[in-house]
């Protein structure tokens, strides 16, 4: 059974960083590209970042340069650092298995507030 798993999630200032983590299980993780995407209030869900399974990166045009998507295949996590967060930034926040049948996780929420 496919199962995505987020945290790192929580209340910080703009201009501060945060780590998120998606853990999976279920199935062979280096195989997958996986992504994160957010869902801001009232607005439909977007894409982040996403890696592939060789490595290789894509970025949303509002995160590039701030936000950095890697993972780590011997422990079936990727990783989100976000750093110089904006107000704007604020929204749940959700994994996904790329490819195949689509997974997702069930989000956690960053909030950037002074």
């Known amino acids: 059974q496919v199962q995505l798993v987020e945290s790192g999630g929580g209340l910080v200032q703009p201009g501060g960083s945060l780590r998120l983590s998606c853990a999976a299980r279920g199935y062979i993780f280096s195989m997958y590209t996986m992504g994160w995407y957010r869902q801001a209030p009232g607005k439909q869900r977007e894409f982040v970042a996403d890696i592939t399974s060789g490595g290789s990166t894509t970025y949303a045009d509002s995160v590039k340069g701030r936000f950095t998507v890697s993972r780590d295949n011997a422990k079936n996590t990727m990783y989100l650092q976000m750093n110089s967060l904006k107000v704007e930034d604020t929204a749940v926040y959700y994994c996904?298995?790329?490819?195949?049948?689509?997974?997702w996780g069930q989000g956690t929420q960053v909030t950037v507030s002074s």
């Open positions: 996904k298995r790329v490819g195949g049948r689509n997974y």
